[in-house]
Every structure is written in C-alpha cells, then in structure tokens.
C-alpha cells in the first residue's frame, strides 16, 4: 500500500466523516437558512472566544478576506518573508486589497514585537500607512515551527497600542495548540481575525473558516460574495467541518508522533540529505 507523504493537503474524509456528510441536512449557505451550517459556525467560533465565523473554500480566500478588511488601498501589511499569504495567494494582497507588503526575516519563519516595531511606517506622505500585521501558526516554511503565546502576547499588546490589527494564518493552528497544551480561546483573544484550514490535517474534504467579531465577519460575507465564495448545499461540508472538531482534532497528536518517528529514521540513512526550509518550493 501507497502512503503519500508529500502533504497534509492530501488528507481524506474517514467513514465516520463519510456518514456524518451522507446525513446532512443541506441548502443555500448564502441565504443563512441552513442550521447545521450555522450550528458548525457557532461551535468554532464560541471554541475559540470569537463572536462570529464564515465558511469558505479555501484559506487563501479566508486570508485574502482578512487582509482586505484589514485594510486599504496605499495601506501596508508586515509578514514573514516566507509567509503564505505572500508566497502562495497568487499576489492577492494587491490584487484584491491594493496593498503594499513589508516582509521581515525570522527565525523559523518567526517575527518579533521589537521587529515589527522598528518596521512600521511612519506618519509620512512617502510610506503607506501600516494598518496591518499576519503571523503564520504554524509556520509552513518555518519546518512547521510553532509561536507560543508567550511570544504573541508582546505582538498583540504592540498592534493594539498602535492600533494596527492583527491576523492570524493559523491553517495549521490546531496541530500547534495539540503541541503546546494551549487552549483556543486563549489564541482568540490576541487576535483580530483568524483563519483555520479544516481540508488538511483534520480531514476535511474542503474548507476553511474566518474568525473575527460580528462586524468584520458581517462586511467579511459582502468580500466573499465578490471573491465568489458562497456555495450551494453547503450542509455536507459543514457536517464534516462538525466531526472533524468532535473526533479528529486530538488525532493530530498521532500524526506528530509518527512524524517524528518517521524523521527520526530518515536522519539515519545515508541516501537522505539535509536541505534549505529556506528555498520555497513552488
């Protein structure tokens, strides 16, 4: 039997999944009408301390959504430089938000308060105006590194001082918080909006959801109108984003250990070589 490694992207729906979908109830999410989708939203949503959530295919739309209410044309977003939301959303930050990007080097994909405090723009007719800062948790191109809250907290406090919003690329959000025992409610708490990937470790076979409060999420459904986000019997992709949370979230902690496992043994063959997490892969 083929086991393919090469991505999470390639997770499958489990029969339990499978069955959870094959019984749902479904309809037009646009219409707001459907109560498994809106019991789906709830559910994440309250897990995580937010007031509201939206469902949408991707995590490049739930990302390009944020950072275009975030912000504004001749406005400036600070990231990583191996960001996703920079190397792999097909130039979104100025196609749909006409936005300029400031990008910082770091550790494992990492930044800090202090570099993002020496990289805001001044208040000058030259400079775009900074009203935006994205994490990634965890940090793809990092080799999956993970920020700890100790480190967001600094990040969190600087934004809200500056009055800069803060977003986080968290499509892999749920494999951090599994690793550092921290809980998701303390995660929303430091940030403005959140975006989570359900279509990858969790299994699900589409799917990402925005978190943020009422307002955002209330213009975030006029954006995803535009982006072409709103799907049709959007019941079975709700019903899977429910079991995933119910029964695939603490699996992830196998994943890790075989992972491990599975690096461990790697290390020890002579044919495997070590190689840049630096050089994006496209």
């Known amino acids: 039997m083929l086991i393919d490694l090469r991505s999470d992207t390639v997770t499958r729906p489990t029969p339990g999944m499978k069955e959870a979908m094959f019984a749902a109830p479904v309809g037009m999410m646009f219409l707001e009408k459907i109560q498994q989708s809106m019991r789906w939203r709830k559910k994440i949503a309250k897990l995580f301390g937010m007031e509201a959530a939206l469902f949408c295919p991707s995590g ?63 208040d000058d007719v030259h400079a775009p105006e900074t009203t935006l800062v994205s994490l990634e948790n965890t940090m793809n191109k990092g080799g999956g590194s993970i920020y700890t809250l100790e480190e967001i907290k600094p990040i969190h406090a ?39 990937c359900l279509s990858k470790g969790l299994g699900c076979p589409i799917g990402s959801v925005l978190l943020g409060s009422k307002a955002d999420i209330k213009r975030a459904r006029k ?56 050089q994006p892969i496209l």
């Open 223 to 278: 954006v995803r109108k535009v982006f072409g986000g709103g799907m049709r019997q959007a019941g079975f992709l709700a019903a899977a984003g429910i079991y995933a949370l119910d029964h695939q979230v603490l699996r992830l902690k196998e994943d890790h250990a075989r992972a491990r496992a599975l690096g461990e043994m790697l290390g020890k063959l002579s044919v495997v070589s070590e190689f840049s997490l630096w």
């Open 60 to 122: 490049t739309m739930t990302n390009q959504i944020a950072i275009r209410l975030h912000t504004r044309i001749q406005t400036e977003v600070i990231c990583h430089q191996y960001s996703h939301i920079y190397l792999y959303e097909g130039g979104g930050i100025m196609a749909n938000s006409h936005a300029s990007v400031k990008l910082l080097p770091g550790d494992l994909g990492k930044i800090t308060a202090s570099q993002i405090a020496e990289s805001i723009n001044p």
């Open 158 to 196: 600087f934004c809200k001082e500056k009055d800069i919003k803060l977003h986080l690329d968290g499509a892999r959000l749920f494999n951090a918080l599994v690793e550092s025992g921290e809980s998701p409610a303390e995660w929303g708490a430091h940030f403005d909006t959140i975006s989570i």
